[in-house]
């Protein structure tokens, strides 16, 4: 059964960072893209970033272009999501997903974790 699972979620000031990671459970991790959405409270689910099963490819989205940076290591089974320059608009509950297809369309990640609440103060 294919679960990733997140953490690393808190509070930080505008202008600090965090670090997220996400977890393999019950799965080849190695074979999956991996990618980090986030949910703002009343807002639809953004595609923030993602990337493919051997690290070689990434995508962003321009929102967090230059302040975010996604990587793995398929040797822990985990994938980070680097947030720096945070801002009062990341905050968000952010989620890791995994994907058996593409890495850069969010219609193909089909496995979902509970998510992580990242609080960005001003």
């Known amino acids: 059964q294919v679960q990733p699972v997140e953490s690393g979620g808190g509070l930080v000031q505008a202008g600090g960072s965090l670090r997220l990671s996400c977890a393999a459970s019950g799965y080849t991790f190695s074979m999956y893209a991996i990618g980090w959405f986030r949910q703002p409270p009343g807002q639809e689910r953004e595609f923030v970033a993602g990337?493919?099963?051997?690290?070689?490819?990434?995508y962003y989205a321009d929102s967090v272009k230059g302040r975010f940076t996604i990587s793995r290591d398929n040797a822990k089974n985990t994938v980070y999501l680097q947030m720096n320059s945070l801002k009062p608009e990341d905050t968000a509950v952010y989620y890791c997903?995994?994907?058996?297809?593409?890495?850069?369309?969010?219609?193909?990640?089909?496995?979902w974790g509970q998510g992580t609440q990242v609080t960005v103060s001003s």
């Open positions: 990337i493919s099963w051997n690290g070689g490819s990434t």
């Open positions: 997903a995994a994907s058996s297809r593409s890495y850069y369309r969010p219609g193909d990640y089909d496995y």
